[in-house]
């Protein structure tokens, strides 16, 4: 569980409310009950039913991880499993998983947990680390201290600041909807790292219309540049499998699907 002390279910339900800036009148509208009853329970003069609670987190959209904890505080045993990736029940979202990332190749696409820690990749991904510093590259590996680290890929990526920016905000909407303070402290590090020197010098990046943000990167062979888009399980029950994301990278141009296409038929 995310939080290790058990509070008053009516703390957490006020504490999600105010989270997605929702008034009591608009949650109770959400909810079809009463504002009277929604108040009574966040004041804790009523206490809700194992499917009161559920329903309110669903409205909320709470994670499944703070839904298990809004239970456990109603005095309800958790609803949603979490286990390990490897576990036998996880045999078809694991080799679904797999199917994505090898179908992907020979374009990079890699999959992270919630803390954005690597859980798998293609074999589209290791040459990109090329020059990396070993440490960063030992278990478990955090994609995002990866990319922005001076000693990572940062002095690579021709657009740092543009990058940077992406991440540290696709970080501060993932903190708002999940509350997780693991995220925070990740974010405050990551905003402390300086910028590596002479990193994202290139003048010209393309602003793709305004459509997306791309992720350009310096190699030997030359500049790579790519698009980005996130994959998640459509309706997962299991708390492992709803904090899995697949970050799939597409050539952005002609000359980086040409170069990658190259160097995978030479690695065969």
């Known amino acids: 569980m995310m939080h290790t002390a058990v509070r008053p279910v ?17 949650l109770a509208l959400e909810a079809e009950i009463s504002t009277r009853h929604l108040s009574f329970l966040e004041t804790g003069r009523a206490s809700p039913s ?6 309110l987190a669903e409205r909320l959209d709470m994670p499944l991880r703070e839904r298990n904890a809004l239970l456990v505080a109603a005095g309800f045993a958790p609803v949603f499993s979490e286990r390990r990736l490897d576990d036998p029940a996880l045999l078809q979202a694991r080799q679904a ?12 696409a890699l999959a992270i947990d919630r803390h954005w820690n690597l859980v798998a990749s293609n074999k589209a991904v290791p040459p990109l680390l090329a020059g990396v510093d070993p440490s960063l590259l030992q278990a478990p590996v955090n994609v995002l201290r990866l990319s922005l680290h001076p000693l990572g890929l940062a002095p690579r990526i021709a657009n740092h600041a543009q990058w940077r920016a992406h991440l540290l905000e696709r970080l501060r909407r993932q903190i708002e909807v999940s509350a997780d303070p693991v995220l925070g402290g990740l974010l405050d590090e990551l905003e402390a790292y300086p910028a590596p020197a002479g990193a994202g010098m ?3 990046v393309p602003d793709y219309a305004g459509v997306v943000v791309p992720f350009q ?6 500049l790579l540049s790519f698009i980005s888009t996130t994959t998640v399980f459509g309706t997962p029950v299991d708390v492992t499998l709803s904090e899995l994301a697949l970050e799939s990278f597409f050539p952005a141009d002609a000359a980086t699907a040409a170069m990658l296409r190259r160097e995978s038929a030479a690695s065969r």
């Open 202 to 204: 290139l003048s010209a």
């Open 217 to 222: 990167l310096m190699t030997d062979d030359g």
């Open 10 to 26: 009516g703390e957490y339900l006020r504490e999600w409310r105010q989270r997605r800036r929702l008034s009591q009148l608009d």
């Open 97 to 108: 998983m797999e199917l994505v990332l090898a179908g992907h190749e020979p374009y990079p």
């Open 50 to 55: 194992r499917d009161m609670v559920l329903h």
